[in-house]
């Protein structure tokens, strides 16, 4: 059977937003060389529903990875929709397609049904019972809480894989680029992502990680093959200014 997909596009407000922070990597005087650098990057906008960041239709700008090759986004965890790639706050990232089919026949859900389930119910929320906030979930980790501990777990496991994924697909890394909510002001995500990493030539310096929130640094050691690089973004201006673009044209 063949389906006629018209005008219809897979989600790229991520690819643009790699695309800009690709521009401003450019620009920056962190990384000496970044021209050759930026020939092969992975970006992991790694972020949540933080009030300070906007979101379409509750976590849709959340969190993705891309693979940037000589500067322009080849490849990212977002498909058709938000739905495909990384665990979200309440999306369920990659599944098994037969385990959706298995959920709707033996919970009696429509499509609608399993849609809200996926969407709305499911990720960090669905895994830890607890929220799909970063925040509170790190709090019920630290009471030990176990669903909570498993859902942080998985969420920083899926970030790794993608990270493995993409260095094969590029052909290995030279820059490791963090932004976005959890990306910019979470240590911990950005310590667990780039553990046990150093077979790929990754070495994250932890004092260093410690202390960065929300700015431009480097966080890996001076002798790390691979750059990690923390660089804030702003995703209501790029909208904006895209915005703008069209309404002008």
Do not use: W
Not at 39 to 58: G, M, Q, V
């Amino acid at each position: 059977m063949k389906v006629e997909l018209e005008n219809v596009k897979p989600m790229d407000i991520e690819k643009r937003s790699f695309e800009i922070i690709t521009e401003e990597l450019g620009d920056t005087k962190l990384v000496p060389g970044t021209e050759l650098i930026v020939k092969r990057c992975i970006h992991t906008s790694a972020d949540f529903d933080y009030a300070e960041n906007l979101c379409f239709s509750e976590n849709a700008v959340e969190k993705a990875i891309a693979a940037i090759k000589d500067g322009k986004c080849i490849d990212t965890t977002m498909g058709l929709t938000p739905l495909e790639g990384l665990m979200m706050g309440t999306r369920s990232g990659d599944i098994d397609a037969g385990a959706v089919t298995f959920i709707m026949e033996k919970e009696g859900l429509n499509t609608t049904g399993v849609s809200n389930l996926l969407n709305k119910k499911s990720g960090v929320l669905g895994i830890s019972g607890v929220s799909s906030d970063m925040r509170e979930l790190l709090a019920a980790c630290a009471a030990g809480n176990e669903k909570a501990i498993l859902a942080e777990k998985m969420y920083y496991y899926r970030i790794k894989k993608y990270i493995g994924a993409y260095a094969a697909a590029l052909g290995g890394v030279d820059i490791i680029l963090f932004t976005g909510g959890v990306g910019e002001n979470q240590m911990e995500c950005r310590r667990e992502v780039c553990k046990d990493m150093e077979f790929m030539g990754i070495k994250l310096d932890n004092n260093v990680n410690a202390k960065v929130r929300g700015e431009e640094a480097i966080i890996s050691t001076a002798d790390s093959k691979v750059k990690v690089v923390v660089i804030p973004t702003d995703e209501e201006l790029l909208i904006a200014s895209d915005t703008m673009d069209i309404l002008n044209k």
